[in-house]
């Protein structure tokens, strides 16, 4: 599975971004996650195929929003009240054979995006 993530940028505080994964097949599990300067990858959000599990980081709970397109095999991740901590390298990921139990563990991915980078300002 190719993935091809977009949508990062330069945004103020308190804006939106939305980021895409175009996929280049389907996986049971696709998630986000981020790594910022000098700090370990860290989980974002997942979601899986039939859209029956999904979770978030505590840290984003409430301003992020993951959703998927499976016509599309696209995952999104809508970013609201952003944040200057939100700033890092965003990087989706699929994980073709994961259990609901794993679904936020980083191990648990097997495929992975090249990244894009998110920047907030305060």
């Known amino acids: 599975v190719q993935l091809q993530a977009s949508g990062g940028g330069l945004v103020q505080a308190g804006g939106s971004l939305r980021l895409s994964c175009a996929a280049s097949?389907?996986?049971?599990?696709m998630g986000w996650f981020r790594q910022a300067p000098g700090k370990e990858r860290e989980f974002v959000a997942a979601?899986?195929?039939?859209?029956?599990?999904?979770a978030h980081a505590e840290s984003v709970k409430g301003r992020f929003t993951v959703s998927i397109d499976t016509a599309k095999n696209t995952v999104y991740l809508q970013m609201n009240s952003l944040k200057p901590e939100d700033t890092a390298v965003y990087y989706c990921?699929?994980?073709?054979?994961?259990?609901?139990?794993?679904?936020?563990?980083?191990?648990?991915?097997?495929?992975w995006g090249q990244g894009t980078l998110v920047t907030v300002s305060s």
């Open positions: 990921a699929a994980a073709p054979s994961a259990i609901v139990g794993m679904m936020r563990a980083i191990e648990s991915y097997k495929y």
């Open positions: 097949g389907s996986s049971r599990f």
């Open positions: 979601i899986s195929r039939s859209r029956s599990s999904i």
